[in-house]
């Protein structure tokens, strides 16, 4: 199983997240924390490393990628285009995935 990356709708990541989680597939969604500020308070908030992207582990069959495509909040699967094929998606490797969480884990210790 490979990791693709998925675009979402604006600010739609957590919807995406919670729903393809549902259908039991493995989704990675790197968020970091901020500083909102508002005329009031001042709040810190959780916000997506990538907005408008989340990564899903899956084996990218038609079945699967239906599934990805109808989801609520999802624009596509990314990837790209060969001349002599449809479509070819792009996957992200492992490595990159965990190099990610370990950036993550250090700054948030």
Request: glycine share 4%; net charge positive; proline share 6%.
């Amino acid at each position: 199983m490979d990791w693709y990356p998925v675009l979402t709708r604006y600010r739609h990541e957590n919807l995406v997240k919670t729903y393809l989680e549902k259908m039991e597939f493995e989704v990675f969604l790197p968020k970091v924390e901020s500083l909102s500020k508002r005329k009031d308070r001042r709040k810190i908030i959780e916000k997506p490393l990538f907005p408008g992207y989340l990564f899903i582990r899956t084996e990218l069959n038609p079945e699967n990628y239906l599934k990805i495509i109808k989801c609520k909040g999802v624009v596509r699967v990314l990837g790209f285009r060969d001349n002599n094929t449809a479509s070819v998606s792009g996957t992200v490797p492992e490595d990159v995935i965990e190099s990610i969480r370990r950036m993550l884990q250090a700054i948030y210790r």
